[in-house]
């Protein structure tokens, strides 16, 4: 996977905590219920987003799963929280920073960044949030 770099400015020990319980609720389990559930053979298992504001529109996804032998999977889990995110908070749009994705012990986990803006972003990672959220739904991907 393309891994960009991105260098962004901490927030205030005010702001950083506010920000924390405001996104508190976006953390999800997965739609089957319990984030520790387990697979089964050639079952996907979404076991949880943890959303972080990072700085004014910039937003952390901290998404993990098994289940899977793709690295894209969870890379569109993250994609998926994005989206829904944007919505969540009044926005229409997201546009991909980087994601990271590692896998160990039979857990896929990435971490990814996105900008949110009310209007379409300038760059070729752009997503339409209401458009995506409802791929995600066809696709039986579980949003924030």
């Known amino acids: 996977m393309n891994v960009q770099g991105i260098t962004y400015r901490l927030m205030g020990t005010g702001a950083a905590l506010a920000a924390t319980a405001l996104l508190g609720a976006c953390v999800s ?5 319990s984030a520790t559930a387990t697979a089964t053979e050639g079952e996907k298992v979404y076991r949880g987003v943890e959303t972080r504001l990072l700085d004014g529109d910039l937003v ?8 899977t032998e793709n690295e894209n999977d969870v890379a569109d889990y993250a994609q998926c929280a994005a989206a829904q995110y944007a919505l969540i908070r009044g926005f229409g749009f997201a546009r991909h920073v980087r994601t990271n994705v590692a896998y160990e012990g039979g857990i896929w986990r990435a971490d ?4 949110i ?28």
Do not use: H, Q, W
């Open 29 to 33: 389990p997965t739609d089957s219920g």
């Open 60 to 67: 952390n996804f901290d998404v993990s799963m098994s289940g």
């Open 112 to 115: 990814a960044v996105y900008t």
């Open 117 to 144: 803006s009310s209007a379409l972003p300038e760059g070729l990672r752009t997503i339409d949030a209401e458009v995506e959220v409802a791929r995600c739904r066809d696709n039986k991907i579980p949003t924030v």
